[in-house]
């Protein structure tokens, strides 16, 4: 949500200098903002993606639990993917990919809500390159549990372009819609989005029209495109509309 970071994973811990587990949350918003505990993934992982997903949870791919740098010696990259409760600050474990995803691995939704994971491998060590059977350029789509919960919302209408704290309606085909969010288009490079943001938008429904209102605050709609989801009782979001945030012009005075 606006105003929250959630910090996970890297190296090395203070321990036994190995990569590290363990997470930390702080909240921005907050008068006496402060880093504090979150739960720790099952997982030590270095040079991994946290992708924040349509219905605010954090899924955790690839990465290396190994000691070194880019480390993709057997056994140690990270296969299995780890989903992030914001609710109940806990971790589910997910299914495993195919492929390393370590250094220069890239991971982002996409408007089906699916997750595109991509990459990973390639560096270079002085002037030696890391082996070719190390570097990939594939990639896997992950369906995230979302999905598997019943009927998908289906956005029928929606404005192309919105105004920060103007009022905007959109059109469903299924009254059953209990979230409005905005996912800001992805950015992603050495294990980093730093275009990464979810916006959860405020609105009432009637009927198959729901009338939403941006926040105003400057700093939570960034100027700039964003996928549009709406989310079911159930928490399965639909296909996304791209859509725009405008720039408002400062008043003259």
Known sequence: APGKVHYVGGGKDAGGGLQTAAAEVIDLT???AAWRPAASMRH?????NATVLPD???LVTGGTAGPGFNDVSPGMPVHTAELWDPHTDGWTTLNAED?????????LVLPDATVLSAGGGEFMVGATPNGP???H???????PPYLFRGPRPVITAAPSELDPGAT???????????????LRLASVTHAIDMNQRRIPVPFTSSGTTLTATLPPAPGVCLPGHYMLFVLSAAGVPSVATIVRVAVVPEPHT
Do not use: K, M
């Not at 350029?137 to 369906?143: E, G, L």
């Not at 905007?168 to 299924?174: N, Q």
């Open 30 to 32: 907050e008068q006496a």
């Open 44 to 48: 030590r992982r270095r040079q991994h």
């Open 56 to 58: 605010g949870s954090v």
């Open 99 to 107: 492929v390393d995803r370590c250094y220069h691995a890239t991971a």
């Open 133 to 135: 059977a190390d570097t």
């Open 137 to 143: 350029r594939n990639a896997q789509i992950f369906h």
């Open 168 to 182: 905007f309606t959109v059109e469903v085909a299924d009254p059953d819609v209990a979230t409005v969010a905005l």
